[in-house]
Nanobody, 121 residues
Framework: VQLQASGGGLVQAGGSLRLSCAVS????????MGWFRQAPGKEREFVAS????????YYADSVKGRFTISRDNVKSTAYLQMNSLKLDDTAVYYC???????????????WGQGTLVTVSS
């Protein structure tokens, strides 16, 4: 199983980035997909998740209204569109796949390697 996250980079505050997570080795449409992030010195935290077929979407309060999660079950890829980025959004972002959990770090079965997002002033 491989989850390949990409799309991170350096962006100014107020800017946008789109992260992608390409998945292989599992039946993508049977997994909940989530995005998490971990800032230096902090624990990994939930950002957003999307249900198997896409209609159910859940967000951390800190990103509601700014981030949008989506998925393409034909391409086996999940996305995280990040708008109005803030300095506090700086972190390594991880995508993950779960059979049953939406927001619990421990409930995810497979993880990608992470992609760094740095928001500058």
């Amino acid at each position: 199983v491989q989850l390949q996250a990409s799309g991170g980079g350096l962006v100014q505050a107020g800017g946008s980035l789109r992260l992608s997570c390409a998945v292989s080795g599992l039946t993508f449409s049977t997994y909940i997909m989530g995005w998490f992030r971990q800032a230096p010195g902090k624990e990994r935290e939930f950002v957003a998740s999307v249900s198997h077929s896409g209609p159910g979407k859940y967000y951390a309060d800190s990103v509601k209204g700014r981030f949008t999660i989506s998925r393409d079950n034909v391409k086996s890829t999940a996305y995280l569109q990040m708008n109005s980025l803030k300095l506090d959004d700086t972190a390594v972002y991880y995508c993950a796949a779960s059979r049953s959990t939406y927001s619990s770090v421990r409930g995810y079965d497979y993880w990608g390697q992470g992609t760094l997002v740095t928001v500058s002033s």
